[in-house]
Antibody, heavy 121, light 109 residues
Framework: EVQLVESGGGLVQPGGSLRLSCVAS????????MHWVRQAPGKGLVWVSR????????IYADSVKGRFTISRDNAKKTLYLQMNSLRAEDTAVYYC??????????????WGQGTLVTVSS | SDELTQPPSVSVSPGQTARITCSGD??????AYWYQQKSGQAPVLVIS???KRPSGIPERFSGSSSGTMATLTISGAQVEDEADYYCYSTDSSGDQRGVFGGGTKLTVL
């Protein structure tokens, strides 16, 4: 069974940093591209970032480019999102997601339960 | 434009057919995926690659795509289908960044 478990969310002040983790199990993590998606309270889903299996091509939404860094540790089966220079508008539940198949990397199949990040003074 | 546009809300009675549309200029060249999100829960994939239904998803869920519009159809909607539904695809840039529609609140009552 595919499982994705996010952690690392919490309350942080504007301008601060936070690192999210997503631990994967039930599949060969190193074979899949991985994504982060966020959802502000009461709002819709927003795609944030994607990383390929060999960590060669991280891609970001314009809203987080230059502030967020996606990375992975295939040995630990873990995806990360380092978030710097956080703003109030970054407040959201952050989900990690995996494609349905290992040859459909751009699209999302399985989702974790999410971790809440609150940026406030 | 790479935006995906959905109606904010759709309402049907139980047993009726619900249709949720998603329009986008890039859709003729891209797949549309559909996700169901119930209150307080993570999204769940209900349709992949325009029209494929993942295992475990009821047969009443179907998808289609023609030109710049993708459609999610729920034939014989049930009360438990009440949820937010999002379409998803990628933009037309070389990076193929992900794009979600704004979401559609389906009410079944």
């Amino acid at each position: 069974e595919v499982q994705l478990v996010e952690s690392g969310g919490g309350l942080v002040q504007p301008g601060g940093s936070l690192r999210l983790s997503c631990v994967a199990s039930g599949f060969t993590f190193r074979s899949y591209w991985m994504h982060w998606v966020r959802q502000a309270p009461g709002k819709g889903l927003v795609w944030v970032s994607r990383l390929d299996d060999y960590e060669t091509s991280p891609i970001y939404a314009d809203s987080v480019k230059g502030r967020f860094t996606i990375s992975r540790d295939n040995a630990k089966k873990t995806l990360y999102l380092q978030m710097n220079s956080l703003r109030a508008e970054d407040t959201a539940v952050y989900y990690c997601a995996r494609p349905l198949h290992d040859n459909s990397g751009y699209y999302l199949g399985y989702w974790g339960q999410g971790t809440l990040v609150t940026v406030s003074s | 434009s790479d935006e995906l546009t959905q109606p904010p809300s759709v309402s049907v009675s139980p047993g009726q057919t619900a249709r949720i549309t998603c329009s986008g200029d890039a859709l003729p060249k891209k797949y549309a995926y559909w996700y169901q999100q119930k209150s307080g829960q993570a999204p769940v994939l209900v349709i992949s690659e325009d029209s494929k239904r993942p295992s475990g998803i009821p047969e009443r869920f179907s998808g289609s795509s023609s030109g710049t519009m993708a459609t999610l159809t729920i034939s014989g909607a049930q009360v438990e289908d009440e949820a937010d539904y999002y379409c998803y695809s990628t933009d037309s840039s070389g990076d193929q960044r992900g794009v979600f529609g704004g979401g559609t609140k389906l009410t079944v009552l």
